[in-house]
């Protein structure tokens, strides 16, 4: 899920959730995909993968791609600590 905090005072932080879609450029190719579910990426052969996107729904969008991962990163869950320390204030 992709996640928009700010900050509308110094006691809320208002977290919006970017809407499930999928993107298409202008020649139809596949461009953005946004799920509020769960993905599952699973690697068929060397280069070749296969990507499982869940709606919130129960409905899916599954891509075939070819290609190699040139990096990864982990990233934390966003610390949710700041928000209730300055809502006891």
């Not at 509020?36 to 068929?44: K, V, W």
Request: negative net charge.
């Amino acid at each position: 899920m992709n996640l928009n905090i700010e900050s509308s005072d110094e006691t809320d932080i208002i977290v919006d959730t970017v809407p499930e879609r999928a993107t298409y450029n202008d020649k139809g190719k596949l461009d953005e995909v946004f799920t509020t579910g769960s993905a599952h990426l699973e690697r068929l052969s060397k280069k070749n993968w296969f990507l499982s996107c869940e709606r919130a729904d129960g409905s899916s969008l599954a891509v075939w791609f070819e290609g190699m991962i040139t990096m990864t990163e982990e990233r934390p869950a966003p610390d949710r600590a700041l928000a209730q320390k300055d809502s006891t204030r």
